[in-house]
C-alpha cells in the first residue's frame, strides 16, 4: 500500500437524473424521476422524500408527487459516459472503469506534472463540470475500498480526502452498511448480535466474523474493517462476469411471461458475449421477490459456450425449479448473469459441432446490419423486452 493518498474514486451524481437537469434548465433544482414504471434514478431534490433506484413509480409518486417524470434517454447518457471517461483518460493514465458514472484513478508519481493528488481532485471535478456539465464526487485514499467508501460519504458534488493516519478514525465510526458486501441480510446479522458500527467489526477476532457470516464474507470484512486492500488499479481488466435484469413492478405474470423475459435476457447477454469474444461456464438466474428477499441459482456447464441456446436451457431449467416460490411470494425482478468468463479463442470446440453456431452468427450479422429489433424469436412479438442500458466495453 502506497505511503501517500494516490488513489482516486469519481463517482457522478444521480447520473441519469443529472444528465436530465442538465439538458432541460427547468428541471434543476426540481425533484426529478427517470422512468416511470419503475424508478432508473432519482435526483436528489427526489432522494429526500425516500424515492429510491428500482423503486415501484407509483410509490414512489406517492412518496413525492410533486416530482417531474421524465422517460430514459440511453444514448444522451451513453455520450455524457464517454465523455467524463475521456477527462479521465486526460487525467491520469491508469483509468480502471467501475460502470459508466464511476471509476477509480491512480495518480501515483503525477505530482511533479499535476500536483498533489488534492489538487488533481479538484481540477477533475472542476473539467467534468465544465467540459461536461455534470455534478461528480471524488473520494481519495491510500486503498480502493476507502476511497470509494470516501466518494460515498461526500456525496452530491463533494471531495473527501482520508489521510494516512486518519484512516481508521473515519472508517470505525461509520455504519457497518458502509463495508463492501454488507447488504440488508449481512447487515441484520450483524446488528442482531449489537454490531452497528465498522469499528465494532473490526474488534471481533476473524474467527468469530466468520462464525457469523461465513468463512470468505468473514476474512473479507475483518481485512476491510481495518482497511487492508492491496488491489491496485488495473486498466483494461476484463470483467468476470456480465449480466442483464429487468424490474417487473408487482403485478403478478404468467410463467408463459416469465419465460419472455428470460428469453429476451439471453438473446441480449448471448450476443454481448459473443461480441466480446468470450464464452462462460456458469449461468445465473437472480430473483427478487414482493417481500424484497432475494434469491439467486446457478448451475456450471459441462463445457464453455456462447451459444444462445445451453444458456437459454440453462436459465429456463433454473427458473422452472424456483416456480413454485415465485407463485408464492411473487416476483418484482429477475436476472441473468453469466460467469467464469473466458477468451473464446483459448477454449476448444467440442465435437460434434452443431450448426447453432452457424445459426447465432447469421443473427448477431443481420442484428449489427439493420438493428436490434430487425429479427427476433416469436415468443417476443409485441412484448415490451425492457430497456437497454449504456455498458462499459465488455
Known amino acids: 500500500m502506497s505511503s501517500d493518498v494516490t488513489i482516486l474514486h469519481a463517482d457522478l451524481d444521480s447520473f441519469y437524473a443529472s444528465v436530465e437537469q442538465r439538458d432541460d434548465p427547468r428541471l434543476r433544482g426540481r425533484p426529478v424521476i427517470v422512468g416511470a414504471g419503475v424508478v432508473l434514478a432519482a435526483s436528489y431534490e427526489a432522494k429526500a422524500y425516500g424515492v429510491r433506484t428500482a423503486m415501484g413509480g407509483g410509490l414512489a409518486r406517492r412518496l413525492c408527487p410533486h416530482a417531474v417524470v421524465v422517460g430514459p434517454r440511453m444514448s444522451a447518457y451513453s455520450e455524457a459516459s464517454k465523455a467524463v471517461f475521456e477527462v479521465f483518460a486526460d487525467t491520469s493514465p491508469l483509468v480502471e472503469g467501475l ?4 471509476a477509480f484513478l491512480d495518480v501515483r508519481g503525477l505530482r511533479r506534472i499535476a500536483g498533489p493528488p488534492m489538487d488533481i481532485a479538484v481540477r477533475l471535478r472542476r473539467e467534468v463540470l465544465e467540459r461536461v456539465g455534470l455534478p461528480i464526487t471524488v473520494g481519495v485514499a491510500r486503498t480502493k475500498f476507502l476511497a470509494k467508501v470516501a466518494s460515498g460519504v461526500a456525496k452530491p458534488d463533494g471531495l473527501l480526502v482520508v489521510p494516512p493516519g486518519g484512516e481508521l478514525a473515519f472508517l470505525h465510526l461509520l455504519p457497518v452498511e458502509r463495508l463492501w458486501g454488507v447488504g440488508p441480510v449481512t447487515a441484520d446479522k450483524l446488528r442482531e448480535r449489537g454490531i452497528t458500527t465498522v469499528g465494532e467489526v473490526a474488534r471481533l477476532a476473524e474467527s468469530a466474523l466468520v462464525a457469523m457470516v461465513g468463512r470468505a ?3 473479507k470484512l475483518h481485512a476491510l474493517a481495518h482497511n487492508r486492500d492491496p488491489r491496485p488499479v488495473q486498466v483494461g481488466r476484463r470483467r468476470r462476469s456480465m449480466g442483464a435484469q429487468r424490474a417487473l413492478g408487482r403485478t403478478r405474470r404468467s410463467p408463459e411471461a416469465l419465460d419472455a423475459v428470460v428469453v429476451g435476457l439471453v438473446d441480449r447477454l448471448a450476443r454481448r458475449l459473443r461480441y466480446a469474444r468470450r464464452v462462460c ?13 432475494r434469491a439467486t441459482r446457478s448451475h456450471t ?4 459456450t456462447q451459444e444462445t441456446e445451453p444458456i437459454l436451457a440453462t436459465v429456463r431449467a433454473l427458473l422452472a425449479a424456483t416456480m413454485p416460490t415465485i407463485e408464492r411470494q411473487g416476483l418484482t425482478l429477475v436476472g441473468v448473469a453469466l460467469g467464469n468468463l473466458e477468451d473464446a479463442g483459448a477454449v476448444q470446440l467440442v465435437l460434434p459441432f452443431n450448426r447453432r453456431r452457424a445459426l447465432d452468427a447469421t443473427l448477431d450479422s443481420v442484428r449489427d446490419r439493420f438493428g436490434t ?11 415490451d423486452q425492457g430497456l ?7
Open 281 to 293: 461456464r456458469t449461468v445465473v438466474l437472480r430473483l427478487r421477490f414482493d417481500d424484497f428477499s
Open 301 to 304: 456447464l459441462p463445457h464453455s
Open 373 to 383: 429489433a430487425a429479427i427476433t424469436r416469436a415468443v417476443l412479438l409485441g412484448r
Open 217 to 219: 464474507a468473514g476474512r
Open 388 to 394: 437497454s442500458v449504456p455498458l462499459l466495453p465488455d
Open 99 to 102: 460502470s459508466i458514472d464511476e
